[in-house]
C-alpha cells in the first residue's frame, strides 16, 4: 500500500492561521452582508419591489450609476497616464507625486467633501471660472463626478503601475526594430499587456464610487430627482428608522457591487488563461 508523504506547509500553524482569518472575514464581511439579507427577508416581494421601484430611488440609482460610471471611465485614462508617467519617466517630485495617488485612501471623506466644494462653488477657486462661462461644478452632477473621479483615482493608478513595472522592455524594443511607430507599439504590444489591470482598476473604483458617501454628499446638493445619490437615500431612511426600506436599497446596491467584482473575476481568469496558453 502507497505511503502518501505528508508535506509540511512553508507558513506554521496553518490550520490556526486559517482560522483566525476566517473568523475575522465572518465577523467583518460575511456577517454584515447576511444582515442585510435577513433584513430584507422581512419584506414580502410585493414590498421588496415596490420599495426598489419608487421614482425617487430609481432616480437615485440612476444619479449614482451614470456618476460612477462617467468617473471611472474619466479614471482609466487619467490613471493609466499617471501610472505610465510614474514608471517610464524620472523626474524631480516623482516620490512625492507618487504618495500623493495615495491621499484620497488616507483622507477622511468628509474632508474631502468638504474642500472639493469649497473649490467648485461659484466664488471658489476653480468654480469662479467656470461660472464666468455659466457653468456650475458643486451641487450638480459634474461636482458629484469630480469627487467620484478624486475617490477612484487610486485603484486604477495601483492596478496598472506595478504591471508597467514588470513589463519586459525586449517586447517594445523588437517592436521598434521591426519600424512599429511609438503609437503603434503601444497600442498592439503594451496596451494588450496592461488591458487586464485597466478592466481591473476600472471595477474596482466602479464599485466604490457607487457606495460612495463622504466625499459626495456635500458636493452633490442633494436635490432628490436631480444630485440625490442613493447612499444619501439610504442614510435618509435610516434616519426616519426604516430599517426595513434602507436595507432593501442597500441590497440592491450590494448584487450591483457583487456583479462588477464577478464580471471583473471573469475577465481576469480569462485573462490568466490566455497568458498562460500563450506561454
Not at 127 to 151: C, M, N, P, R
Not at 197 to 205: E, L, R, Y
Request: net charge neutral.
Amino acid at each position: 500500500m502507497a505511503k502518501f508523504k505528508k508535506t509540511r506547509s512553508v507558513i506554521p500553524g496553518f490550520g490556526l492561521s486559517f482560522g483566525i482569518t476566517s473568523a475575522i472575514l465572518a465577523l467583518v464581511v460575511i456577517i454584515p452582508l447576511c444582515s442585510l439579507v435577513v433584513f430584507s427577508s422581512k419584506l414580502t416581494l410585493d414590498e421588496f419591489w415596490g420599495i426598489i421601484t419608487r421614482d425617487r430611488v430609481l432616480a437615485s440609482y440612476q444619479v449614482s450609476i451614470i456618476t460612477a460610471l462617467i468617473a471611472s471611465l474619466i479614471n482609466v485614462v487619467m490613471g493609466t497616464v499617471l501610472a505610465w508617467i510614474l514608471v517610464r519617466y524620472e523626474f524631480p517630485g516623482k516620490r512625492f507625486i507618487d504618495g500623493l495617488i495615495e491621499l484620497p485612501f488616507a483622507l477622511p471623506t468628509a474632508v474631502a467633501g468638504i474642500a472639493l466644494t469649497n473649490l467648485t462653488v461659484k466664488n471658489g477657486w476653480i468654480g469662479q471660472y467656470f461660472s464666468i462661462f455659466g457653468i456650475e461644478l458643486a451641487y450638480t452632477k459634474i461636482g458629484i463626478t469630480i469627487a467620484l473621479v478624486f475617490i477612484g483615482i487610486p485603484f486604477v493608478v495601483r492596478s496598472i503601475q506595478p504591471v508597467l513595472e514588470k513589463f519586459d522592455h525586449e517586447f517594445e524594443e523588437a517592436a521598434f526594430i521591426l519600424g512599429s511607430s511609438p503609437s503603434h507599439t503601444f497600442f498592439k504590444v503594451i496596451l494588450p499587456e496592461i488591458k487586464p489591470a485597466i478592466f481591473a482598476g476600472f471595477s474596482m473604483a466602479f464599485a466604490r464610487c457607487i457606495g460612495e458617501y463622504g466625499s459626495v454628499v456635500f458636493i452633490a446638493g442633494n436635490k432628490p430627482y436631480e444630485t440625490e445619490i442613493a447612499p444619501l437615500l439610504i442614510m435618509s431612511e435610516l434616519q426616519e428608522f426604516d430599517y426595513s426600506a434602507a436595507t432593501a436599497i442597500a441590497l440592491v446596491m450590494l448584487i450591483f457591487a457583487f456583479v462588477i467584482l464577478f464580471i471583473n473575476a471573469v475577465i481576469q481568469t480569462r485573462s490568466q488563461k490566455i497568458v498562460s496558453g500563450i506561454a
